[in-house]
């Protein structure tokens, strides 16, 4: 191939590449955000952590609505650990087979896979969703994390996420959380004790 030929290609695909773009646009295709809520928290050792897994940014009420969903959260093994998730209801009712949950599960530790597929319609997925709407719900305990010390749990990759024909739907931006760790307060008897213990020595020194 020479230069011309060369250069001919390179403008052919410039020009294809524009032209799929304006397409894209002129059609309205709509993108997908995913993230956790709360975005922050104070945690404390011990303590139990929710996080909700949200999408939003899909028609409400309408095309396009959300079939099926595949992704992966990390987290540091060494400052949380799984305890479990549960699936929202938007794709389907799992107890009926509206819906199949498909995820593996934490697969590696601070690895932890989500995927739900529906077979309703849809139709029957427009009627039940709405622009914004929860995927999951996961339950983490905080291992360890010291004061000021802040731990992230994010989202990524994300293998797919599908509309009611199964055509795939673009995720645009996607938003894990932070968790900080706090001081664990202590319970009211010590705070009593803690404040007697004070006060006596303060009436001894008085006394010397």
């Known amino acids: ?26 059609s309205g295709v709509r993108g997908a955000t995913l993230s956790l809520a709360p975005t922050a928290s104070d945690v404390t050792p011990g303590s139990t952590i929710s996080l909700d897994l949200v999408v939003s940014g899909l028609a409400d009420m309408g095309a396009p609505s959300l079939s099926a969903f595949d992704l992966i959260l990390t987290f540091e093994p060494a400052n949380l650990a ?15 087979f509206d ?66 024909t199964s055509s795939p739907i673009a995720v645009t931006a996607a938003s894990g959380a932070t968790l900080t760790g706090a001081i664990i307060p202590l319970p009211g008897a010590a705070w009593l004790f803690v404040s007697s213990v004070l006060a006596l020595c303060m009436g001894l020194r008085q006394r010397q």
């Open 82 to 96: 799984f305890i479990s998730y549960s699936l929202g209801e938007s794709l389907g009712n799992l107890g009926v």
């Open 99 to 164: 819906a199949l949950d498909i995820g593996l599960g934490e697969v590696a530790p601070g690895v932890l896979n989500l995927a739900e597929a529906s077979f309703l319609t849809a139709p029957e997925l427009d009627a039940l969703q709405s622009g914004s709407f929860l995927l999951a719900t996961i339950d983490f305990m905080v291992v360890a994390l010291g004061v000021g010390d802040s731990t992230t749990v994010n989202i990524g990759p994300v293998f797919g996420l599908a509309d009611g």
């Open 1 to 26: 191939m020479d230069r011309l030929e060369r250069r001919t290609v390179t403008r052919k695909s410039i020009l294809l590449a524009i032209t799929l773009s304006l397409c894209t646009l002129a």
